[in-house]
């Protein structure tokens, strides 16, 4: 790899890049290149941004199957509202999927079994087929038992049966998984993993957070807690629009490394974080690759780990450390054979290292990176508070959840801090000060560790940031102006802690 490339935190478009209304990908690094030339080995730590748009037009000729659970057992009758959303939430979701999709919906008890199409199988979407499966949703039973692995199994059969680019499943529970055999339900998500993506929700306060959110971790979806149930079927149908709004089956992110270099992680961190590096393929000693599921119009974010060695290298010269690519997945037609056309893969990126002897250089952090690592932390406090409050260290998770609010306030994050206000009874947000509601809602410890995974995304300042940067009143580390909180230990940082 060439020494003496040129950086840039933002990219600008190329000549080669479509614009306009073509499809396209759009691949961004975003770093401080600069490591301190006395450290020895080193990480070089960056934020890679992918971004695809315009694949609109492609989706409507996209093949797709979705399945649709829903937990028919005996607790979701009471209350009534519980099961009667889930009739109207399945209706709805059948109502928007697009013509020509394949689609059935399993009625899930201590077994699992199509409800529709009558004959088993797939149905084909189009005005009759929607009409007589929302008929069929409005009939659903409440009755029977949780068994979430077979009904998982079933869906993968029913989507295995059809040739298609994007595969996607609803899951809908209020329960455990408890007439499963023990350890079914793990070896079912791996046989699943390879093949589809499923969103789930939980309803009621009788599931799991923990394992909801294993669930979909396994199955790269999202999950959450229906806070009221009227809601269902306007989140049922955001989540399938979604869905018929793919159209690449998936995009492969390649980073290859520089000779003797190594990756140390690759972890998403927006829309929700994922280590990513266990599940990326290794072909050479130098490459890390890895397959990402299904995109529409929409952007990710990946922080990337490289470990670096000054020796034998430069001192103040751009060194390239590693080379990221993007390369769409084939898509297919309805007819299961076509190969649609794909949109132009992006021009590798660079992540580079200059060594250099200015401490003040190499101790700034890029804003995005120190975003993104407080991001983590606010998932980690909120986990650490509902495991301290559930083993009745009320004062450990008090500390854990005002930590969590000090960090979502910092973070703009409203979501989570309301979430959190099931919780706790916010003082000031600014501080952390929090006191501890009494009693809390089983359904709100679970809404709020359902969405710890879930990331607030970066946006950049509107102006370029004036002042000078900031010293950590704690660590010592220094931050840029923007910073609001240290990456290394999460303090706040303000204007009077400048240096």
């Avoid at 394949?102 to 149905?123: D, K, L, R, S, W």
């Avoid at 909801?212 to 999950?223: M, S, T, Y």
């Avoid at 508070?385 to 998770?397: F, P, V």
């Avoid at 560790?449 to 370029?464: G, K, Y």
Wanted: net charge negative.
């Amino acid at each position: 790899m060439s020494q003496g490339s040129q950086h840039s935190q933002d990219h600008p478009r190329r000549d080669d890049e479509p614009e306009g209304d073509e499809s396209s990908i759009t691949l961004r690094v975003h770093q401080n290149k600069y490591l301190p030339a006395a450290a020895g080995r080193a990480e070089m730590h960056a934020v890679i941004s992918v971004e695809t748009r315009g694949l609109g037009p492609a989706a409507a000729r996209t093949a797709a199957s979705e399945v649709i659970v829903i937990d028919c057992s005996g607790s979701m009758s009471w209350p009534p509202t519980k099961i009667a959303a889930a009739r109207r939430a399945t209706a709805t979701a059948v109502g928007v999927l697009r013509d020509g999709t394949h689609f059935a919906i399993i009625e899930g008890t201590e077994q699992a079994q199509v409800v529709y199409p009558f004959a088993g199988g797939m149905a084909v979407a189009g005005p009759d087929t929607r009409a007589a499966a929302a008929r069929v949703a409005a009939r659903l039973p409440a009755i029977g038992g949780t068994a979430i692995g077979a009904w998982l199994d079933l869906a993968r059969r029913l989507h295995l049966g059809r040739p298609a680019a994007i595969r996607h499943t609803l899951l809908l529970t209020d329960g455990r998984n408890e007439h499963d055999a023990a350890g079914y339900l793990d070896k079912v998500l791996d046989t699943c993993a390879p093949h589809f993506t499923c969103d789930a929700r939980g309803i009621g306060d009788g599931w799991d957070a923990t394992e909801l959110k294993e669930i979909v971790r396994r199955l790269h979806g999202r999950a959450d807690a229906v806070l009221d149930d009227s809601a269902l079927a306007a989140e049922f149908e955001e989540m399938t629009r979604a869905s018929m709004a793919k159209a690449l089956s998936g995009l492969r992110i390649r980073v290859r490394t520089r000779a003797g270099g190594r990756i140390a992680f690759v972890k998403q961190v927006h829309p929700t974080r994922a280590d990513l590096t266990d599940e990326g393929t290794r072909p050479d000693a130098r490459t890390w690759e890895c397959r990402t599921d299904a995109w529409g119009d929409e952007s990710r974010e990946f922080h990337l780990c490289v470990l670096a060695d000054p020796d034998g290298d430069p001192t103040g010269e751009d060194v390239e450390l590693a080379a990221v690519d993007v390369v769409p997945d084939v898509g297919l037609a309805p007819d299961g054979d076509t190969a649609l056309p794909l949109p132009v893969a992006p021009p590798a990126r660079s992540v580079l290292v200059q060594w250099t002897d200015d401490v003040l250089l190499s101790s700034r952090v890029d804003p995005r990176l120190a975003h993104y690592g407080a991001d983590a932390s606010l998932g980690h406090a909120i986990t650490a508070g509902c495991d301290a409050y559930e083993a009745g260290d009320r004062e450990e998770a008090r500390r854990q959840w005002g930590q969590a609010v000090r960090l979502a306030h910092g973070l703009g994050s409203a979501k989570m801090l309301e979430r959190l206000r099931g919780l706790v009874h916010i003082v000031d947000a600014a501080t952390g000060e929090v006191r501890i509601r009494e009693p809390i809602r089983p359904l709100d410890l679970n809404s709020a560790m359902i969405v710890t995974e879930e990331s607030v995304r970066f946006t950049a300042p509107v102006a370029a940031p004036t002042g000078p940067d900031r010293l950590c009143p704690s660590c010592r580390r220094t931050a840029p102006a923007t910073a609001a909180y240290c990456q290394k230990c999460d303090t706040p940082l303000s204007p009077e802690g400048a240096s």
